[in-house]
């Protein structure tokens, strides 16, 4: 399936749209969202109508939208009208497939039953809730604004809904964790899947601040309070053995599916595929070109296709980003089609990485594939800088 899924993404088009606002900004937090600005919210979702127009009216692409996926900020606090009238934008301009994945970003406690029967009848077919934990003490210790209670309460609203694919996002090394109570949080996820088939997906994410992060005036880099860098290990290997015992297959660092229910958005990103984007600070990657957005929302609302970063992506580089890119998911490289790709046999220009990571027991490879080993998962950025 994942193989499928590879050649899926190569020959489809995905969108993403940034949707910057939010009720409360989480302290660990380091994208372009915004609490306390939701006055704005009409004049910029008609911004984002306009970048969309502007962008693809002169050229628009030759294939309709396979994914569409709302990101934020909280998209879940977007009012319907909004969201119908960026997503006709889209129709309009591109085209939307007939079985398009039309994923949307939420905290549980947007949700409401008239929310979710609204997302349903727009057309959005995934939901993605932002979770994070199961205990209350580790919620609050990085700054979310819901509870356990608003979580399964949320997710219920979204079942009693019709929402037959959802995703929920977990996080591990927080402030006040153990492994205890990762274990602890694994097992109410895996209770929720067994009863509840609709959660096709979970993410599972290490944390990881930026330098300035609001989380460290309470909980400084050296507190006590963040888990031991050993305990990561521990908390990663019960994570990936209680996900297999669950059904969830682990297609890529972070992400485990149930099988067929890879994110098809993300996959596109993974596989090294073109992407459009819209929206403040939001990136894309079109006809050999990476560019964002403004990450100022002013400056993205007063000039919508101004590009705060521009790259041409040469073809050496692309063969770095494909490999960068490919040994993050569980499958890892298809050499064949890397060869036809690039003209390179990946594992002879390599072979003095790949012999020692071999070796080492960190890298797997055949005929076929070139893969991270499970013993490498966790130093994977490690092993991907061997090969730059």
């Avoid at 979710?116 to 700054?143: H, K, P, T």
């Avoid at 790949?354 to 890298?363: C, H, I, P, R, S």
């Amino acid at each position: 399936m994942l193989q499928s899924c590879r050649i899926i993404s190569r020959m489809s088009l995905s969108a993403y749209v940034h949707l910057p606002f939010c009720t409360h900004k989480c302290e660990f937090c380091d994208f372009a969202a915004f609490a306390g600005l939701g006055h704005l919210e009409t004049d910029y979702c008609q911004i984002v109508c306009e970048e969309i127009c502007q962008r693809l009216g002169a050229k628009p692409p030759s294939d309709k939208l396979s994914s569409i996926f709302y990101g934020g900020g909280t998209p879940g606090l977007i009012a319907l009208p909004n969201l119908a009238k960026i997503q006709s934008c889209l129709e309009n301009q591109v085209g939307i497939a007939p079985l398009c994945e039309i994923s949307l970003e939420t905290t549980p406690h947007a949700i409401s039953p008239e929310k979710a029967q609204g997302w349903l009848n727009l057309g959005v077919n995934r939901l993605s809730i932002g979770v994070e934990s199961f205990q209350d003490a580790e919620l609050s210790a990085i700054g979310r604004d819901h509870n356990r209670s608003q979580a399964l309460l949320g997710l219920n609203q979204a079942l009693a809904a019709g929402f037959a694919n959802i995703s929920l996002d977990l996080m591990y090394g927080l402030p006040t964790q153990t492994l205890s109570s990762w274990n602890d949080s694994l097992e109410q996820l895996f209770t929720l899947t067994d009863e509840h088939r609709q959660i096709k997906h979970f993410s599972a994410y290490g944390l990881h601040l930026a330098t300035q992060s609001p989380l460290y005036s309470r909980f400084p880099k050296d507190s006590p309070e963040y888990p031991q860098e050993d305990d990561f290990q521990d908390f990663f290997h019960s994570l990936v053995e209680k996900a297999a015992a669950a059904g969830f297959e682990h297609y890529e660092v972070s992400n485990f599916a149930r099988p067929g229910y890879q994110s098809r958005h993300n996959l596109s990103y993974w596989n090294n595929s073109q992407y459009l984007a819209f929206g403040v600070s939001a990136h894309r990657y079109v006809d050999g070109v990476r560019s964002s957005n403004w990450r100022s929302l002013a400056a993205y609302m007063k000039d919508c296709l101004g590009d705060e970063t521009w790259e041409e992506i040469t073809p050496p580089m692309r063969m770095k980003e494909s490999i960068m890119l490919g040994l993050r998911l569980r499958s890892g490289i298809d050499l064949p089609a890397f060869e036809a790709e690039f003209g390179v046999n990946l594992c002879k220009k390599y072979s003095r990485e790949v012999d020692k990571l071999v070796e080492a027991g960190y890298l797997e490879c055949s005929d076929e594939h070139l893969r991270i080993s499970q013993r490498g998962v966790m130093v994977s950025n490690s092993i991907i800088s061997e090969f730059f």
